[in-house]
């Protein structure tokens, strides 16, 4: 289990039809989860549609440990990315809670103004998710932090959302320490640097329109837009809940600093675990359990104002445990559709037409 490269798969290859049916039932699984009981969580479906493989394989004469040793193969690849989403969902509790978070909605409120906001907020995202090579770190940190500011200048959630969303997913792919940029060359046989440019020249002209679109969007706010009160509430709760330093910003410079010089992403996201720990226990005052429970259920606000409690109760691992169970679900769907050559031969037919 130790040893990712997949072995020789000499059992035959199914037919097209035997390729395609379990995932088009599972597909079918996933619709009336969504339409009919309009639920929209795909755990179940999921988990159902490694049952409808397995029966489907066992039928054309593979045993349960060879599916077996190709689910948790492709699960063994992803492990990574759970636990960079562990470690994410402990930065974003110690840094609300160590105040990292709160000072940053408040020196943004009063430093940005609402016509460069969104470029701003892309720009900043993309930088600190290159610079630290996770897009789920970014948004989740950083990017709460820019929902907060945004929601003061009057400037809509769902433009902050797509601003945030977009400068940190560029960051994430251009990024040397990015999970998913080094499994990707690593899967296809090829170097990191090689992948990296090759994306370059779909990556970065999205980027730059992406730029231009929000910066015309942008134009449409002004001061005028501000709700001034909203915004003074928010500064007002910060100010009274936490003591707010620029010295608080240390958790996130020790996190772009570390991963400047090229530490591995793990141990640099979990270094700002340790420095907003430490800036909650010696800025906040908060004790080592109240530090701890953070770590694994998030920070949960209590200043009374709703918007406010709002978007600083978050983090912990457990925030983090929809989509990490999800994500484990789905490799061991994909590992089982690549142990009995389904995917193969899915790709051979795509590729000869």
Same mark, same amino acid.
């Given at each position: ?5 997949? @072995?020789?798969?000499? $059992? ?25 009981? =309009?639920?929209?969580?795909?755990? %179940? ?16 004469? +593979?045993?349960?440990? @060879?599916? @077996?040793?190709? %689910? ?19 930065? !974003?509790?110690?840094? !609300? ?31 600190? /998710? ?37 400068? *940190? ?44 679109? +929000? ?5 449409? +706010? ?5 709700? *001034? ?13 936490? +003591? ?8 996130? #410079?020790?996190?772009?600093?570390? *991963? ?14 340790? *420095?907003?720990? #430490? ?22 606000? =209590? ?14 691992? $457990? /925030? ?17 559709? @690549? ?15």
């Amino acid at each position: 289990m130790s040893d990712a490269t997949p @072995e020789i798969n000499t $059992q035959p290859k199914p037919s097209l039809f035997m390729a395609v049916l379990p995932i088009a039932l599972t597909l079918g699984l996933l619709l009336v989860q969504l339409v009919v009981f =309009e639920d929209f969580t795909p755990h %179940i479906p999921l988990a159902f549609g490694i049952v409808i493989t397995g029966l489907l394989a066992l039928f054309r004469g +593979y045993q349960w440990k @060879e599916m @077996e040793e190709g %689910i948790f193969r492709v699960i063994f690849i992803g492990l990574q990315s759970v636990a960079i989403l562990m470690t994410v969902g402990m930065i !974003i509790g110690t840094w !609300i809670l160590g105040g990292t978070v709160p000072v940053m909605i408040y020196y943004g409120l009063q430093l940005i103004t609402p016509s460069l906001f969104l470029v701003v907020a892309m720009l900043i995202c993309a930088i600190v /998710s290159l610079a630290t090579g996770t897009s789920w770190g970014t948004t989740g940190t950083l990017g709460i932090a820019l929902v907060g500011i945004g929601s003061g200048l009057g400037i809509p959630m769902h433009l902050v959302g797509g601003a945030v969303v977009s400068g *940190a997913f560029f960051g994430d792919k251009m990024s040397p320490l990015s999970d998913t940029t080094n499994l990707a060359p690593a899967v296809c046989g090829t170097d990191l640097f090689s992948h990296i440019k090759n994306m370059t020249s779909t990556t970065v002209p999205a980027m730059l329109i992406a730029l231009v679109l +929000y910066f015309i969007i942008g134009l449409g +706010y002004t001061s005028e837009t501000m709700n *001034a009160q909203g915004i003074e509430i928010y500064t007002a709760k910060i100010a009274e809940t936490f +003591y707010l330093s620029p010295v608080l910003l240390l958790p996130a #410079l020790v996190v772009i600093g570390l *991963a400047m010089k090229k530490f591995p992403a793990i141990p640099t996201l979990f270094a700002g675990v340790v *420095a907003g720990s #430490l800036t909650a226990v010696f800025a906040q005052g908060a004790s080592i359990h109240e530090v701890f429970i953070a770590m694994q259920s998030g920070y949960v606000s =209590e200043t009374g104002v709703a918007a406010v409690d709002k978007l600083l109760s978050k983090g912990g691992i $457990q /925030s983090m445990m929809w989509v990490t169970s999800l994500m484990l679900i789905a490799l061991g769907f994909g590992g089982i559709l @690549e142990r009995t050559r389904s995917l193969e031969v899915i790709l051979d037919h795509v590729l000869t037409q």
